[in-house]
């Protein structure tokens, strides 16, 4: 365990509290897209909405949408005359006629008349009526505009000539029948093509203009003027309204930078006093998990990434942030620490992200319960499957008090959202893989989750089998210093199942000389036959030992520590008192003697050694009275307070009285006498 008494933690531990906050700062949702959610013809869920600013007022969609066809319908395409194109018809019509002269002889005011016939033609027009554009109703136009200097004029299709018309007028124009005959000899039909064509630039100009004319604002919403308040239906002028807020908004946002610079600092302040307080609440109400680095560490980086989570589910996803499942936060806290500190990390994790959101009061209320729902039910996580109850509890706390909150505001169940619930049902299924959660941070941080505990405490695993099997006496040892140490733990609201299982663990280093401790003996005392000095390291080497086969077995640290612990600083006193009687005139060092430890570090530690010494003790008692078993318990935890074993323990002197009181409880359950039951006397058999 690191402490923060190093100056070296401290820093480490400030150093992650910035990179935390200037995270959660630099990936805020700075975007306004989608900030409100909200439908045609749906309540409105939010708080009363005021305008920052003047808001034009836009026709609606529908009519925005009847104004549009309404000028497609009537809207006449700019044509232009096109006099290259007449230029260039006119010198391959000249061309055609100089290279038919083989056929046809023509003077040259022959040539100039059909010339002239065919300028006249196209002073009238020709338009492709095939090209025009259609309206809506797939029926062709019947007007066009022609622009004149700054004039534009109407003119009907009609006025034009199709190029078929166009040919029909140059024959009837030329009477002469050699001239006749030339036109068709030099085929100039294939020569007439339209001159009067749209001028496309100038008719999407003209079009966008009337549009924008047309679609002009009909009126303002001024600066701080009722939009919409809670409860208003959205209409669809509303809602053009809130479309076009939103969109100024974001337009704002991008070009003032002065206009961001206050809200930044603001979300940078807020977002400090929310982790902060976190810190604070640890310093002051649980002063050992703050004095523990990686405890505080494990807790910013539990309320990062679901901020971050969030933060970015809110981003890309719409009613992505009620997706996001917060109750995993107190969820995986309350398995590694306690429920007040799962809850408070959970609250503060909540208030940090319900600044991405614009109802913040409903996000709150909705997140608090649903992480006040899985605190309640989990209580104690030692299967699996008690995830999936705690989902489904989740669950109908969301529904709840989504649908008490609408209709405490609204008075009705119509405003519910289907997506909402939606958003909710994922959020609570997600709850259920808190397990995947669980074990990424025993892995990260070396914690020791109560379902691992239980694992672990299974008679049937690998290390406590071996034991039963070369050590039986210890075996039955560890398992009466379980049951006894277990009882305590629950009296004193410490963590039982650690206790338990630390109990099953502390004494298998003992598996490596089974026959040297009483408990496994027959008859038989190798101690016997060696000095007090080799006795005391073969006793007190069962400490290093078990830790060694703690660490073969990948036990969680938790569990190493009671194997450490168990024996404290204290000495093997029963050789040590051998040894200072054999030496009455030396003054005798007592390190051979004495334990490697370290003291018990908790409450769980302390336990499990008052236990381990009462229950060996309790076997060599002659006598079981009450009173007898009192004396023995009060003796030997006495005795290891006075030694200064639990000086490290956060245990009080109501625990120690508690602890007392529950260890001769049990002890005189298990040895109570029992009475004799009477031989039955059968009736004698009358003589024959």
Same mark, same amino acid.
């Given at each position: ?114 010339? !002239? ?162 810190? %604070? ?67 503060? &994790?909540?208030?940090?992200? %319900? ?18 729902? %899985? ?33 405490? &505001?609204?008075? &009705? ?8 619930? *939606? ?64 009882? %305590? ?33 027959? *008859? ?43 024996? *404290? ?7 040590? &008192? ?23 570090? !908790? ?86």
């Amino acid at each position: 365990m690191i402490k923060l008494r190093d100056i070296n933690s401290k820093v480490l531990l400030w150093l992650a509290f910035a990179c935390a906050v200037l995270l959660m700062f630099y990936l805020r949702p700075t975007t306004n897209e989608n900030r409100y959610i909200y439908e045609i013809n749906r309540p409105w869920n939010y708080n009363l909405l005021t305008a920052p600013f003047d808001i034009p007022v836009r026709h609606d969609t529908v009519s925005s949408m009847a104004i549009r066809d309404s000028l497609a319908a009537s809207f006449e395409p700019v044509y232009e005359r096109n006099q290259a194109k007449e230029q260039q018809i006119y010198g391959r019509s000249a061309t055609r006629l100089l290279t038919a002269g083989n056929s046809v002889q023509l003077t040259p005011a022959q040539r100039n008349q059909i010339l !002239s016939a065919m300028r006249k033609v196209y002073e009238t027009g020709v338009i492709d009526i095939s090209r025009l554009p259609k309206r809506a109703d797939s029926t062709a136009i019947s007007n066009v505009r022609m622009i004149k200097g700054d004039i534009a004029e109407s003119r009907s299709v009609t006025e034009f000539l199709t190029p078929r018309q166009a040919y029909a007028r140059l024959d009837s124009i030329i009477s002469d029948p050699t001239l006749h005959n030339a036109i068709a000899t030099a085929r100039l039909a294939e020569f007439i093509e339209p001159n009067i064509v749209m001028d496309s630039v100038a008719t999407a100009r003209l079009r966008e203009e009337a549009y924008a004319t047309a679609l002009a604002p009909i009126g303002v919403i001024q600066h701080g003027e009722r939009i919409i308040n809670r409860g208003d239906i959205v209409t669809p002028q509303i809602f053009t309204i809130l479309t076009t807020y939103e969109q100024m908004i974001e337009e704002r946002g991008e070009s003032d930078t002065g206009g961001t610079l206050y809200p930044a600092i603001g979300t940078l302040a807020y977002i400090l006093i929310m982790l902060g307080s976190l810190m %604070a609440f640890a310093y002051f109400f649980r002063r050992d998990y703050f004095a523990d680095l990686r405890t505080m560490l494990f807790l910013l980086l539990m309320v990062t990434i679901f901020t971050l989570l969030a933060y970015g589910m809110n981003e890309f996803i719409r009613l992505g942030i009620y997706m996001v499942p917060f109750a995993i936060v107190p969820v995986v806290v309350l398995v590694f620490l306690d429920s007040r500190m799962a809850f408070f990390t959970g609250l503060v &994790t909540i208030m940090i992200c %319900a600044a991405a959101t614009q109802n913040h009061w409903e996000f709150v209320v909705l997140q608090f319960v649903g992480s006040l729902a %899985a605190v309640v039910s989990i209580r104690e996580l030692s299967k699996r499957s008690q995830l999936i109850r705690t989902s489904v509890v989740v669950f109908l706390a969301y529904a709840a008090i989504y649908a008490t909150m609408e209709l405490m &505001t609204l008075g &009705t169940f119509n405003s519910l959202v289907p997506k909402m619930l *939606g958003a909710l049902g994922i959020n609570a299924v997600l709850i259920s893989f808190a397990y995947f959660v669980i074990f990424l941070m025993e892995k990260l941080f070396g914690f020791t989750s109560r379902v691992s505990l239980v694992e672990l405490a299974d008679i049937n695993h690998p290390l406590l089998r071996e034991l039963s099997e070369e050590c039986p006496g210890t075996f039955n040892h560890s398992m009466a210093v379980s049951n006894l140490a277990s009882a %305590a733990a629950s009296r004193i609201g410490a963590n039982v199942q650690l206790t338990r299982t630390g109990a099953l663990y502390h004494d298998i280093g003992k598996m490596n000389n089974p026959a040297f401790f009483t408990e496994n003996q027959h *008859g038989v005392n190798p101690h016997n036959a060696l000095t007090p000095l080799q006795s005391a390291r073969i006793v007190i080497g069962h400490v290093t030992d078990g830790l060694k086969r703690a660490d073969a077995a990948k036990l969680p640290r938790s569990i190493r520590d009671f194997i450490s612990q168990h024996h *404290g600083r204290g000495k093997a006193r029963y050789f040590y &008192t051998t040894y200072c009687n054999q030496h009455p005139n030396e003054e005798v060092d007592p390190a051979p003697f004495t334990y490697p430890g370290p003291n018990p570090q !908790s409450r769980e530690a302390s336990i499990v050694m008052m236990a381990d010494a009462v229950e060996a003790a309790s076997r060599s008692l002659p006598d079981h009275s009450p009173e007898a078993i009192t004396a023995l318990v009060n003796k030997i935890v006495d005795q290891q307070i006075a030694e200064g074993l639990h000086n490290e323990s956060p245990l009080s002197f109501r625990d120690v009285n508690v602890i007392k009181n529950v260890f001769s409880s049990r002890l005189r359950t298990m040895y109570h006498s029992r009475i004799s039951y009477p031989e039955a006397i059968r009736p004698q058999q009358p003589k024959s």
